[in-house]
Every structure is written in structure tokens, then in C-alpha cells.
């Protein structure tokens, strides 16, 4: 199932396509407002990252879509406004068009390929996997939809995402769901809390054990221990996929 199967996107569609223009003033509004936690600070918005990849070798996870993410997966809907295309072809171009896009997506893959998946996966670079070996990929977020703290970009840490009972609810109907539908792929987890959020939800039997390569710093450039982080970590990871590829 390409589709998300709890997919708001029937319920959105209109709305974004109806917008006069995409800018902040108009997608973080109260048409788009899945949750606020008045308490904790954090506002949930819709955006159409609801495309699955069922039968991908890889799934990279991030923590929540960024703004800029927000934007560009508007935009992309937006832009198809005109044009008779189905829902499923519609919601993976935003994946392809939307998904660690900016600066992290360049970080993202610089530091793959340093690592080598490319050739694993027998492709000349992974800039691939978003665009034409967009197949062999899952790119995802423990929580889909956009989360803002104090208006500001969640980083995964305040608040706790395993303590907030908002964000959880989230996490388990969304990446809970759709990470126990796939054939066990291996799980590249971006930064620490995500690694962390994983071993939680393996350890409550949320989610089935998995092959997952630890050590990746978020490519985020707001993340200016990423350098030293991946640095650290390159040899054991190479190692790492090395092992996996070849079992």
C-alpha cells in the first residue's frame, strides 16, 4: 500500500491546491492545525509525506519534517494543481521533491556515499535515491507531519518525544505502523534521539528488531558536531555495512 492507510491526504488535498500562495502565512495556519499542546509548546501541522515505500532495502529517519520540508511538499501539491495525476504518483513526488531537502539533503548524501551504500546498492551516487533508484528507498520521520516548538523547528529532545504523550500517539500511528509493515530493511536512524526513540520502541515490542546502522549524525547544518560525530564513527560504520551487505 503506496498510501499511508490513516493518509489525511483526502481531507487536505482541496485545501492546499485552493491556497492563493505557498508561504508561511498560509500553510502554518489553523486550516492546516492537526495539534496544539499549549502545555508543552508544540504545534503539529499537516504535510503530505504519506507515500510508502513498502519493498525498500533502506529506510532513512529523521526526526520531524522541518519548515522548509513543510514548504516544498506544498509546493509540490500546489504546483500539480492543473494536472490529472493520482494521489499515489502525486504523494511520492513529494517524497522525491520535499524529503531532507536544502543543505541536509547534500550533507545527507555526501557522508553516505563517503561510506560506500552507493556501491552496495549498485548505484553511481545515492543523490539516486531521490530520483530515479527512488525504489530502493524509504525516507521517513518518526513523526510525519511538521512539529514546531515555540514555533521553531523540533529538534527531537525538548520536549522528550518518549515523554510527551502527544508526540508518542503520533509516532506509533505513523512510523510504528508503516516501519512493521516492511520486510526489515536496514534503518539508518539521523542523530542520536532517533537512535534512542528505536531502541525504545524495540525494547516495548513496539516495533520488530531490526538491522540498524548506529553512529550517523543528523545532516542537519544546524548540527555543528556533525563533522566530528561522522568522523568518529565512519570506520565502525563501513564496517557495519560492509557486514550487512555481504551476509
Known amino acids: 500500500m503506496p498510501i499511508a492507510s490513516n493518509s489525511k491526504f ?22 492546516f ?6 502545555k508543552k509548546k508544540i504545534e503539529i501541522y499537516y504535510a503530505p509525506f504519506e507515500y510508502v515505500n513498502n519493498t525498500a532495502k533502506i529506510v532513512i529517519i529523521g526526526i520531524t519534517p522541518g519548515y522548509f520540508q513543510m514548504e516544498q511538499s506544498y509546493t509540490t501539491i500546489w504546483n500539480y494543481r492543473d494536472q490529472k495525476i493520482s494521489d499515489e504518483k502525486l504523494l511520492h513526488e513529494v517524497k522525491k521533491q520535499s524529503s531532507f531537502q536544502g543543505p541536509m539533503r547534500k550533507n545527507l548524501i555526501t557522508m553516505l556515499d563517503e561510506l560506500g551504500l552507493h556501491k552496495y546498492l549498485q548505484i553511481p551516487s545515492t543523490t539516486h535515491l531521490f530520483d530515479t533508484h527512488a525504489h530502493l528507498v524509504q525516507t521517513n520521520s518518526v513523526i510525519k507531519y511538521p512539529v514546531f516548538y515555540r514555533g521553531k523547528n523540533y529538534n527531537g529532545s525538548t520536549p522528550n518525544m518518549i515523554r510527551t504523550d502527544t508526540l508518542l500517539t503520533y509516532i506509533k500511528e505513523g512510523f510504528v505502523q508503516e516501519i512493521n509493515m516492511m520486510d526489515k530493511p536496514l534503518l539508518i536512524p539521523l542523530g542520536v534521539n532517533v537512535s534512542q526513540l528505536l531502541d525504545f520502541l524495540i525494547e516495548k515490542e513496539h516495533i520488530k528488531e531490526h538491522t540498524i546502522l548506529r553512529g550517523f549524525p543528523h545532516p542537519s547544518g544546524g548540527n555543528g558536531h556533525r563533522h566530528r560525530q561522522f568522523a568518529e564513527n565512519k570506520e565502525a560504520m563501513k564496517r557495519y555495512l ?4 555481504q551476509s
Request: glycine share 0%.
Open 10 to 31: 483526502n481531507r487536505y488535498k482541496q485545501n492546499i491546491q485552493s491556497l492563493p500562495y505557498i508561504a508561511e502565512d498560509t500553510i502554518k495556519s489553523d486550516t
Open 33 to 38: 492545525l492537526l495539534e496544539s499542546n499549549e
Open 242 to 245: 560492509q557486514a550487512y551487505f
